[in-house]
């Protein structure tokens, strides 16, 4: 009998270092909010020296035929024209407003391995879509607050035939996705109870509208770097600046 | 079947090396229960072998199914496949949505999956008992779970320096009745006999490393998704030795140790290299060290410290190390401004 091994290498995966996410959101300062209205905002970028990571190589060997012979590693995912830093979730802390309801579904799709998109944010009570294409089996492992066995929030198989699974994120907080056939797939959704935050874009830009006037915490969080917050100024009717630099350590 | 039978016999009365990954290398499986669960409609449509290997074939993410129904009935299996998570919080296996009738056919599927036991022959042979524990530690298929030399998986703790590491007493207890000793625990309890269970004992207790199988460390690393950094050989290193038996997986600690003081449970190790220098370790690694009874009028904590330096070589230490110092808060090579 022909033995195959599915073994995955992957001398390069390191494992992502869950960085606490802080539930409660509110910060010292409390809003001053205006008696006007919502028509301050914020924006700006996350974005690194002129040195910057490379995205890393993992090597796959398992199920190659769909997941290819390695992956690039989404931890830092760096724009080549600005330096900008992909998938920063930025939100403003001790802002008051209500989610929009009935919004339409959150995607998460497995293509090739890989979860996209890696890192999305998305109001409380979202019904997510989980696709799975690949023609294989996925399993689906939800965490909630961390990589912990004891923080699995679901783990549900996605056989080969099943292209869809629903799922509704009723807590706002990190959720944390993993695969414990594939290795390396990992993503993050964080589950947002007001409707103040963005993820930054492929040029690691930003921005944050519909705010009332007021002095805010700002917090950017990043899979690897962990989180910082910055108070920013918002008056009605103009933009503020956040900007977010990395350097080395 | 019948083939295998006759290579378990074989294996047996040779009482040689110990079990191989579910079987030896040119097993035939055809005609099986194993292959048929391997042809059914179950496992091709839902790959049950992108993590558990069955036959010859298959992941390595869980254990071993080839002799599944040997240790696990019907009920048991039934709950687990309904839902893992009940059964095992936390567990990377996933519930599948069967239907009822797809949960019953895996269930008698794997219930089928079964060899015949041969533990009255081994325990009426006159062999040295250690010999004895050896061919049952074989028939019952150990190494579905354990790592042990260079066969197994990782469910469960490595058992290639468990003599090092537990007393035998404490073995029996265990083996006696796992659930007993820990709730909840995903050992299964074999119902070994009285004899059986000293003999197994006995076999476990001598496993000092000799069966420690150097040349398959590189293979074995791959299999772990394990790379060869100093970190990552630690791990190893940690894993092999069965510090994580003890200190917790990725060495959390959280561990009952009964009539440990202060609180009996073992210590986690994640900041263990801000209390130790790398030569503080080591030598702390050299000696027994027995932990302070709670209640000086009942029995001793059953788990020590073992001196599991002696067994290790310089790299071998320095490697688990740096494992552990990569617990310690970590320094990205970026940061925030
Ligand atoms: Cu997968």
Redesign the interface.
């Given at each position: 009998?022909t033995?195959?091994r599915?073994?995955?290498?992957?001398?390069?995966?390191t494992l992502v270092?869950l960085i606490a996410w802080s539930t409660n959101g509110q910060i010292a300062a409390t809003p001053v909010r205006s008696i006007l209205s919502n028509d301050g905002s914020i924006s700006g970028a996350v974005r690194?020296p002129d040195d910057y990571?490379e995205r890393e190589k993992i090597t796959t060997?398992?199920d190659q035929a769909v997941c290819g012979a390695f992956q690039y590693s989404e931890s830092f995912v760096v724009s080549e024209e600005n330096h900008g830093l992909k998938n920063v979730v930025v939100t403003v802390e001790g802002a008051e407003g209500k989610v929009k309801a009935g919004q339409a579904a959150a995607i998460l799709d497995q293509n090739k391995c890989q979860y996209t998109p890696h890192v999305q944010a998305v109001p409380v009570g979202t019904k997510l879509e989980i696709l799975n294409n690949d023609g294989?089996?996925h399993?689906?492992?939800a965490y909630f607050d961390g990589l912990?066995?004891?923080?699995?929030v679901?783990?549900?198989?996605q056989?080969?035939?099943?292209k869809k699974i629903t799922q509704t994120l009723d807590k706002a907080g990190m959720y944390f996705f993993k695969c414990?056939?594939h290795?390396h797939m990992s993503a993050y959704i964080a589950v947002m109870d007001h409707p103040y935050y963005a993820v930054t874009d492929e040029t690691g830009r930003f921005a944050i509208s519909n705010l009332p006037a007021g002095t805010y915490k700002v917090k950017?969080w990043?899979e690897?770097?962990?989180?910082?917050e910055k108070t920013v100024i918002v008056e009605s009717g103009k933009a503020a600046d956040a900007n977010?630099?990395?350097?080395?350590? | 079947m019948i083939g295998k039978i006759v290579l378990g016999l074989l294996a047996l009365f040779s009482l040689q090396a110990v079990a191989a990954t579910g079987g030896g290398?040119d097993?035939?499986?055809t005609g099986t229960p194993q292959m048929e669960f391997m042809n059914s409609e179950i496992v091709t449509?839902?790959?049950c072998?992108?993590?558990h290997t069955i036959?010859?074939?298959?992941?390595?993410?869980g254990p071993i199914l080839n002799q599944v129904g040997t240790r696990r009935d019907k009920e048991w299996l039934r709950r687990w496949i309904s839902d893992?998570?009940e059964v095992k919080?936390?567990?990377?296996?996933?519930?599948?949505?069967f239907t009822p009738e797809q949960l019953e056919a895996t269930v008698d599927y794997l219930a089928n999956m079964k060899t015949e036991l041969h533990t009255d022959q081994i325990l009426a042979k006159k062999v040295p008992m250690a010999e004895m524990g050896q061919a049952l530690f074989e028939d019952y298929g150990c190494v579905a779970c354990h790592r042990f030399g260079s066969e197994g998986r990782f469910v469960a703790p490595d058992l290639t320096w468990i003599g090092v590491r537990k007393t035998e007493d404490w073995e029996k207890t265990w083996l006696s009745a796992p659930e007993a000793f820990k709730p909840g625990t995903f050992m299964p309890n074999f119902h070994i006999p009285a004899k059986g269970v000293e003999a197994l004992a006995a076999f476990l207790h001598t496993q000092k490393g000799q069966h420690n199988d150097a040349s398959q460390q590189w293979e074995f690393r791959?299999?772990f998704?394990l790379?060869?950094t100093d970190k990552e050989r630690g791990e190893l290193v940690f894993r092999r030795f069965g510090c994580w038996s003890c200190h917790g997986e990725s060495a959390v600690g959280k561990i009952r140790n009964p009539n440990m003081a202060p609180d009996e449970t073992m210590p986690g190790l994640r900041k263990a290299t801000n209390k130790y220098t790398q030569e503080q370790f080591s030598e702390r690694l050299n000696q027994v060290f027995y932990p302070t009874a709670l209640d000086e009028s009942m029995p001793k904590p059953p788990f020590y410290c073992p001196d599991y330096g002696k067994y290790m070589d310089k790299s071998e230490l320095g490697d688990l190390y740096a494992y552990l110092k990569s617990f310690a808060p970590?320094?990205?090579?970026?940061?925030?401004?």
């Open positions: 009998m033995k195959y599915t073994v995955l290498t992957s001398a390069a995966l270092v690194f990571p060997t398992k294989l089996l399993n689906v492992h912990d066995p004891k923080n699995t679901f783990n549900k198989a056989p080969k035939f099943l414990d056939v290795d950017a990043h690897v770097l962990g989180s910082l977010f630099d990395i350097l080395p350590n | 290398q097993e035939d499986w449509l839902y790959q072998t992108s993590c036959g010859e074939r298959g992941g390595t993410v893992p998570q919080p936390g567990t990377k296996m996933p519930k599948f949505d791959t299999n998704f790379g060869n970590k320094k990205s090579k970026w940061k925030f401004k």
